[in-house]
């Protein structure tokens, strides 16, 4: 009798352990930055949520491929695939930013190794900006839907690694889904299958949810903190430097307009070079082409002396008028762009001006 009500206090001990467990942990497969845990279970048979804490410091962490997938060693496993699908909702005002740790997914030696463009014949992680009623709601013909999946439509994807990882991504809003898919093979081969995926290292992507647009330390210390990204230099505080494009070397993100002014003292002008230019664009940058576009002004609304810039084609060296400079960056929602890096140097004209 003793033993049968000891046993029956452990089995409900233990039964309330998981089930507060299994309400805390968000996945083994999605850890936070100050997480420890190394309980495992089945991944990927739900839709994950990841939100934001609103600034707390759980807004961090881990997405890694599920230990199942480096078990998937010949053809006759690799027919049912591994679909995983992460969903984030940030904040209002928050975007997600992920970066790529790791990167090496399997991929067919009948698949032309270079083609990276198509993702559908190889492991795949794919990214959606918008949600469907989102993309209901800008009842835009023109947005970009780049790659279709089983009637699934996603933004960028990313497949067959070349001895590099992706560049970091940033959402176009406070909501990102993540879908990683491996291939299901419909035909056979000889080399496909006797391949094996236990010979690639997965993935490992790091997520944090963040109101800075990507920018790096110093940019976001010049960011106005209201919401829109606007970022004041001034020469009492920054007499040269430089300047990105959000997420930065990654790709920029859709769906935003960014200020850069530069503002000096009455005897300065300000000198801005672009070192790496990659705006997403075509002729003359028009509302027309759809295009993402750099302007440059002398005042703080446009300076019709200046011409949109967009493509690979780059400005030259420019020097103001006076002591304040203003250069817009606008992208839509409509593909990326790796964007561009710039300096800035505060002159004194009396002194190279005379």
């Known amino acids: ?38 309980t495992e279970s089945s991944c990927c048979e ?4 990841i939100r934001s804490d609103n600034g707390t410091k759980n807004n961090d962490g881990y997405l890694k491929e599920p230990p199942v997938y480096h078990e ?10 591994i679909e995983c699908i992460y969903k984030f909702y940030g904040q209002p005002g928050e975007r ?14 009948d698949v032309n190794k270079f083609n990276k463009i198509d993702c559908r014949y190889s492991d795949s992680i794919c990214l959606k900006f918008y949600e469907d009623n989102q993309i209901n709601q800008k009842n835009d013909s023109s947005h970009s839907m780049t790659v279709n999946l089983n009637n699934q439509n996603y933004d960028l994807c990313n497949c067959i690694n070349i001895s590099f990882t992706p560049r970091q991504i940033i959402s176009a809003s406070n909501f990102l889904q993540i ?11 000889g080399q496909s299958s006797v391949h094996s995926r236990k010979n690639y290292s997965g993935y490992l992507l790091r997520y944090r949810f963040t109101k800075d ?73 028009g509302a027309d082409t759809k295009s993402d576009y750099v302007e440059l002004s002398n005042f703080q609304n446009r300076d019709r002396f200046y011409s949109r810039f967009c493509g690979v084609n780059k400005p030259g060296t420019i ?4 002591g304040f ?12 762009g790796k964007g561009f890096q710039a300096s800035f140097y505060f002159l004194n004209t009396s002194i190279y001006f005379i």
């Open 1 to 38: 009798m003793k033993i049968r009500v000891e046993k029956n206090l452990f089995r409900i001990f233990f039964l309330i352990s998981l089930k507060f467990y299994g309400y805390t942990q968000l996945s083994p497969y999605v850890r936070r930055l100050n997480s420890n845990s190394k």
């Open 46 to 49: 739900n839709v994950i949520i």
């Open 72 to 81: 998937m060693n010949d053809y006759h496993k690799s027919r049912s695939p």
């Open 96 to 109: 997600i930013q992920i970066f790529y740790e790791s990167f090496e997914l399997y991929y067919p030696f």
């Open 179 to 189: 879908r990683f898919r491996t291939v299901r093979r419909s035909f056979e081969t």
């Open 213 to 285: 647009f990507g920018f790096d330390s110093r940019e976001s210390k010049a960011l106005v903190k209201n919401g829109e990204c606007n970022i004041y230099f001034n020469s009492t505080q920054y007499q040269n430097g430089y300047f990105t494009t959000p997420n930065y070397p990654g790709l920029y993100p859709r769906d935003l307009e960014c200020h850069y002014f530069f503002i000096g003292l009455k005897n300065e002008k300000v000198q801005i070079t672009f070192h790496t230019f990659d705006i997403e664009g075509v002729n003359q940058c």
């Open 319 to 322: 020097i103001s008028d006076g």
């Open 325 to 336: 400079f203003h250069v817009t960056f606008y992208s839509n929602n409509v593909f990326d």
